[in-house]
């Protein structure tokens, strides 16, 4: 039996310890491990609220800012119980719940405050892993930059030394965020925290802000083995950014591209999780008007009062009687997701034009920048047919997967984007951008509908034609858009074809040895 550690900010298979992707990636690939009989242990911060009615396992006394501290580590439950997985949080006081879905911070000083509470988040795992509390380990499995700082204290911390007797493989979820601070002169600064630490800056510098530490790269650089989450999204991160019309490598290219000569760099595609129970049919806007009912109970901006009844009043006439035609997004509200929206109001107003034409709406949901919500509220208050749901809720997310009729997903870049698989899981064609993950699991008029361009205005422009075609066939080509949608539910991205490529490629289970650097 191989023991595994899974080291991440976010984790499903817990309650209230996901904003996006990665909770379900940490949710379901431990899952798979252990159906192969091999054990996973899982940690992720407690966020001041986690660790509630867990139970204390350890006291880690652990040294910052030269100081000694004492960090804790609960066992938690989770949400199913499965053999062979232990899920943990790390407590302490400094490891505060975020702004954004109670995990992350939005700061003015970007990464403040989330530099803060994952080195000490990684510093009492390396103590916990030292300590042999989760066992003889095999493999430890980092995930974005808020656990890279692990290799940090592996390379240049002597009382963590052992950790090089390790395997460590890195998860790329998203480039685009680096976790990016100073070495000096900030409380969340490198030297302020590890002072009695000798590290070399060039290793750990960030290439374009030349007096900051780029905790991103630092994953690629000093882990084992390193993936991106789909094959294509490797291929475009090899290659520089050129904003908007190209997403690539956001500066660490170079990193990357010696990773890969290395052969240290792999793309393996995230799967889905097809094992789920029913989600009953037709309870879209129930579900929305249950939700908004809980919310205003509670709500004490008038403001946001105000728009939750905005919200459900546009939703009442189709408790009665569902639209004609149901397109629907979930996602954070930030710039990949939306910025065709932010830059181009107009093409989500044409959209909705389209829509209304055929008796259709728009429903998204999601939390996120001020800017691009304050966006999405006045349209909401332009337009009819527009249901924006500024909310987090699992219960509407499922029913959007289950009831819409064209999932839509405009990401400027996607990694790999979990949201199409899961609305294809369920007979859903998508209309997405044909980059990074979505090329790999979206085929245009086959499973779906995708647009690219090779300038920003070609994207726009064909986005909205893509829109278009889609409703076309859908009003025009019956036969055409049902096939469509039984070649979208017959697709299937599982987590077993994915985890095969994890044992073989990061694990090297069944591939060739590690050698520590």
């Known amino acids: 039996?191989?023991?595994?550690?899974?080291?991440?900010?976010?984790?499903?298979?817990?309650?209230?310890?996901?904003?996006g992707g990665v909770g379900d990636v940490i949710r379901d690939v431990p899952r798979q491990i252990s159906e192969r009989g091999d054990r996973v242990h899982v940690v992720v911060p407690s966020y001041s609220r986690l660790h509630q009615n867990g139970k204390l396992v350890a006291t880690l006394n652990i040294t910052l800012k030269g100081e000694e501290q004492e960090a804790y580590l609960y066992e938690v439950k989770g949400k199913e119980e499965?053999?062979?997985?232990?899920?943990?949080?790390?407590?302490?006081?400094?490891?505060?719940?975020?702004?954004?879905g109670g995990v992350y911070h939005h700061d003015e000083e970007p990464f403040f405050n989330d530099v803060v509470k994952y080195t000490i988040f990684c510093t009492a795992v390396a103590e916990a892993i030292k300590n042999d509390i989760f066992g003889e380990l095999d493999i430890v499995h980092l995930h974005d930059w808020h656990s890279s700082m692990l290799l940090f204290l592996r390379r240049y911390h002597t009382e963590y030394s052992e950790l090089k007797n390790l395997r460590f493989v890195y998860c790329i979820h998203n480039l685009a965020l680096q976790g990016i601070r100073p070495f000096n002169n900030s409380y969340s600064s490198l030297h302020s925290w590890f002072p009695e630490v000798e590290f070399k800056e060039e290793e750990l510098r960030d290439p374009r802000y030349r007096d900051c530490f780029n905790l991103m790269a630092l994953g690629i650089r000093f882990a084992d083995a390193v993936h991106t989450v789909s094959p294509s999204y490797k291929q475009d991160v090899l290659l520089p950014s050129d904003a908007p019309e190209f997403i690539g490598g956001e500066g660490l290219e170079n990193d990357l591209k010696q990773a890969d000569r290395e052969d240290r760099f792999h793309g393996i595609l995230n799967?889905?999780?097809?094992?789920?129970?029913?989600?009953?049919?037709?309870?879209?806007?129930?579900?929305i008007a249950t939700t908004i009912f809980r919310q205003l109970q509670n709500e004490t901006d008038r403001h946001k009062a105000e728009f939750l009844a905005h919200t459900g009043e546009k939703i009442v006439p189709y408790l009665k009687k569902r639209p004609k035609f149901i397109?629907?997004?979930?996602?954070?509200?930030?710039?990949?997701?939306f910025y065709f929206f932010k830059r181009s109001p107009e093409s989500l107003l044409n959209i909705l034009d389209q829509l209304e034409e055929v008796g259709g709406i728009y429903v998204l949901l999601g939390t996120g920048a001020p800017d691009y919500e304050e966006l999405l509220r006045k349209v909401s208050y332009q337009r009819k047919n527009f249901i924006f749901m500024n909310t987090q809720c699992e219960a509407v997310v499922n029913s959007i997967y289950r009831d819409s009729d064209l999932y839509f997903m405009p990401s400027l870049f996607e990694p790999c984007g979990i949201s199409q698989m899961l609305a294809m899981r369920n007979g859903q064609p998508c209309l997405v951008h044909h980059t990074g993950g979505l090329k790999d699991t979206v085929q245009h008029v086959h499973t779906g509908f995708a647009f690219d361009g090779k300038t920003y205005d070609e994207k726009v422009y064909n986005m909205v034609e893509s829109f278009k075609e889609a409703l076309h066939l859908f009003e025009n080509e019956k036969n055409t858009w049902k096939q469509i949608q039984v070649n979208a539910r017959k697709m299937r991205f599982t987590w077993k074809k994915s985890v095969d490529e994890y044992y073989k490629l990061l694990y090297a289970f069944n591939g060739p040895e590690f050698k520590v650097a």
């Not at 039996?1 to 904003?19: G, P, T, W």
């Not at 499965?82 to 954004?100: R, S």
């Not at 799967?271 to 579900?287: A, M, Q, W």
């Open 1 to 19: 039996m191989k023991n595994f550690l899974f080291v991440a900010s976010e984790n499903d298979a817990i309650a209230n310890c996901k904003v």
């Open 327 to 337: 397109s629907a997004s979930v996602a954070r509200l930030t710039e990949q997701k």
């Open 271 to 287: 799967g889905s999780n097809y094992h789920t129970k029913e989600v009953k049919k037709g309870r879209l806007f129930p579900n």
């Open 82 to 100: 499965f053999d062979n997985i232990t899920h943990y949080v790390v407590h302490h006081p400094e490891i505060k719940a975020g702004n954004l």
